[in-house]
């Protein structure tokens, strides 16, 4: 076999290889890589490497070398889910940088961590100051996370006592112009309540990029030509209105009739859908 052949042929059973393991065996982001596991990445790569030009050394040795590097960090993966301390000992554990607004320096030093270091993670996180911070805690991936005082944690409906529209997964019922039959059919949808959707709005399927269906049934969609503008979606604004309409319609009636048995149920009613919009203006408002 010519030398040029060969290498090819090896470089392809390299990447088809790296394929493999990288699906099989690493299923974890950059950031979220143990040193241990980024180690035995670069021993793979340069395995690959050394296997797919080196054409002295039977291509037998190198795939050994791939098996042995890939399956020894998957093992030690599977054992250290079941095992704590080797869980520890393989992977380490987080150690705490800052506790109740304090620095501990004996645990920057340990970690060789600089106090410059550590600022500018607090910095990246919109943290000023250390001593608004409650925990930070350095993270096996060199992360740092960080838990802010109480006083200096972002607000949130729940501190305010509202009640907010739970937020489920859109799904993709449009893409590239074309109709994906089963996520329409997922959120109990058809093509006839599409294409009635996309007349409201005055855009046609083949025009649209990307559209999706929230939990509350709207219709979003973005356009292949960025220049067009099309409205958001109103179906919760309208329900809203509605409920409005009805209560103010009540309280016309109960001001108009003269029969008090009457007068006294619009005004029930009309009382009984006000507190139903209290409960649900937070829900119904975009």
Not at 94 to 104: A, E
Not at 177 to 194: F, H, S, Y
Request: with cysteine; charged share 25%.
């Amino acid at each position: 076999m010519p030398g040029w052949l060969e290498v090819v042929v090896r470089s392809l059973v390299a990447v088809t290889v790296l394929l493999f393991i990288s699906r099989m065996v690493i299923r974890k982001s950059l950031s979220q890589v143990t040193y241990f596991e980024f180690v035995a990445g670069v021993v793979l790569a340069v395995i690959l490497a050394v296997g797919s030009f080196n054409l002295q050394v039977p291509i037998a040795y190198p795939i050994m070398g791939i098996i042995v590097w890939a399956f020894i960090p998957y093992l030690l993966g599977w054992l250290a889910i079941k095992s704590q301390t080797l869980r520890n000992f393989v992977y380490g554990r987080g150690i705490p940088l800052i506790k109740d607004g304090k620095v501990l320096e004996d645990n920057l030093k340990k970690e060789r961590y600089s106090t410059d270091e550590l600022l500018k993670q607090l910095r990246q996180r919109n943290i000023h100051q250390v001593a608004d911070v409650e925990f930070a805690l350095l993270e096996t991936s060199g992360e740092i996370s960080v838990l802010p005082k109480k006083d200096y944690q972002p607000l949130t409906p729940k501190d305010m006592g509202m009640q907010v529209a739970p937020i489920k997964e859109p799904e993709t019922i449009i893409m590239d112009g074309k109709v994906l039959d089963e996520p329409l059919a997922t959120v109990g949808k058809n093509r006839q309540w599409l294409e009635m959707e996309l007349e409201k709005i005055g855009a046609a399927i083949e025009n649209v990029y990307l559209g999706q269906v929230d939990s509350y049934g709207q219709l979003t969609v973005d356009l292949f030509d960025d220049k067009l503008k099309v409205p958001s979606p109103q179906e919760k604004p309208h329900l809203l209105a509605t409920l409005k309409k009805c209560q103010a319609d009540l309280e016309s009636f109960a001001l108009e009739t003269d029969n008090q048995e009457a007068k006294g149920m619009y005004t029930r009613n009309a009382k009984e859908i006000e507190e139903t919009i209290n409960k649900v203006k937070s829900l119904l408002v975009n």
